[in-house]
């Protein structure tokens, strides 16, 4: 089956640090991978993506590359904001032969804490 | 458009009680899921529709029902709550079940089970 394998939190980190989360995972067939994002006390939003190997998603000042080799999608960013503290979700996405498979299959998600 | 709408924002129910939470979505997805958050869990998959009238189970469906009549609308029925229930739910949308389109979601509806 699939699954998530993310860095254990919480990160705390000063501002302007370089940031990195670390995600790598287990796939049947061919993975697209995500990063989510969880503000306190909302919803998770779509980060970035990529759909194929040595794809870099970016946004924001987050990015991210699919690695196909490692089986990794880590999380960096270069100078982090005291509004980036949140919970960070890496997560994976299949469609098995038989096409029944849709879900989305999350890490446990990595809390971020930025200190000014 | 106003995205996925959850209602309750907040619900405590006692043991045995049953409700309704609802989710619906005005971006006309054919994919929509149910998702509950624990903490140190992730989100895990309840139950999952393909478009009108097409539901199946995810990961952990016990206690659980679903049903899709409309393209619209989700909504997730607990039968008999117990405390294991309490959790934050989370209902997701996306335009189909492309593994590259990604997924919206809804502020959570955040439930406690006495």
């Known amino acids: 089956g699939n699954s998530v394998t993310q860095m254990e939190g919480p990160v705390t980190l000063s501002e302007e640090a370089f940031l990195t989360i670390n995600c790598t995972y287990t796939?049947?067939?061919?993975?697209?991978l995500f990063w989510y994002v969880q503000y306190p006390g909302e919803g998770l939003q779509l980060l970035l993506k990529?759909?194929?190997?040595?794809d870099k998603g970016s946004n924001k000042g987050f990015e991210a590359t699919y690695r196909k080799e490692t089986t990794s999608f880590h999380l960096e960013k270069g100078s982090v904001q005291v509004s980036d503290s949140a919970v960070y979700f890496c997560?994976?996405?299949?469609?098995?032969?038989?096409?029944?498979?849709?879900?989305?299959?999350f890490g446990k998600g990595t809390l971020l804490t930025v200190n000014p | 458009n106003a995205g996925v709408t959850q209602t309750p924002k907040f619900q405590v129910l006692k043991t045995g009680q049953s409700m309704t939470l609802q989710c619906a979505q005005d971006?006309?997805?054919?994919?929509m899921s149910w998702y509950r958050q624990d903490p140190g869990m992730g989100l895990r998959l309840i139950h999952y529709s393909v478009g009108a009238g097409i539901t199946d189970q995810g990961e952990v469906p016990n206690g659980y029902n679903v049903s899709r009549s409309t393209t619209e609308d989700f909504p997730l029925r607990l039968l008999s709550a117990a405390p294991s229930q309490t959790s934050v739910y989370f209902c997701?949308?996306?335009?189909?079940?492309?593994?590259?389109?990604?997924?919206?979601f809804g502020p959570g509806t955040r439930l406690t089970v006495l």
């Open positions: 997560a994976l996405r299949t469609i098995n032969s038989g096409g029944s498979n849709y879900k989305l299959t």
């Open positions: 997701a949308s996306s335009y189909d079940f492309t593994s590259y389109n990604e997924q919206f």
């Open positions: 990529a759909t194929k190997a040595d």
């Open positions: 796939a049947t067939g061919y993975p697209s």
């Open positions: 971006m006309n997805h054919e994919y």
